[in-house]
């Protein structure tokens, strides 16, 4: 499995960008993908997931509204949306693979998101 996350940048408050995870080994009827993100001294946090079957979106309250997770199951591609952005949403974006009713677990490289004031 590999996950390659891209699509971060610096963007101004208020902006939006949309980042994409290209995965190769994944059968998305068969895994939760999902975005997560670390600020500079901060753990790792979850953002936003999408079940196997596509019809669960969850999100985490401080993003809730502005962000969404599509996903393309032609391209293997899932993607993070998000607009209105702020300041707080600055740090690096991971994505996140988990097969169900496995303990199997993939973590994509970094894509780092700055928005700036």
């Known amino acids: 499995v590999q996950l390659q996350a891209s699509g971060g940048g610096l963007v101004q408050t208020g902006g939006s960008l949309r980042l994409s995870c290209a995965a190769s080994?994944?059968?998305?009827?068969?895994?939760?993908m999902a975005w997560y993100r670390q600020a500079p001294g901060q753990q790792r946090e979850f953002v936003a997931s999408?079940?196997?079957?596509?019809?669960?979106?969850a999100y985490a309250g401080s993003v809730k509204g502005r962000f969404t997770i599509p996903r393309d199951i032609a391209r293997n591609t899932v993607y993070l949306q998000m607009d209105s952005l702020k300041r707080e949403d600055t740090g690096v974006y991971y994505c996140?693979?988990?097969?169900?009713?496995?303990?199997?677990?993939?973590w994509g490289q970094g894509t780092q998101v700055t928005v700036s004031s």
């Open positions: 996140y693979a988990e097969r169900t009713l496995t303990t199997l677990r993939f």
């Open positions: 080994g994944v059968t998305f009827n068969e895994y939760t």
């Open positions: 999408i079940n196997d079957g596509g019809g669960i979106h």
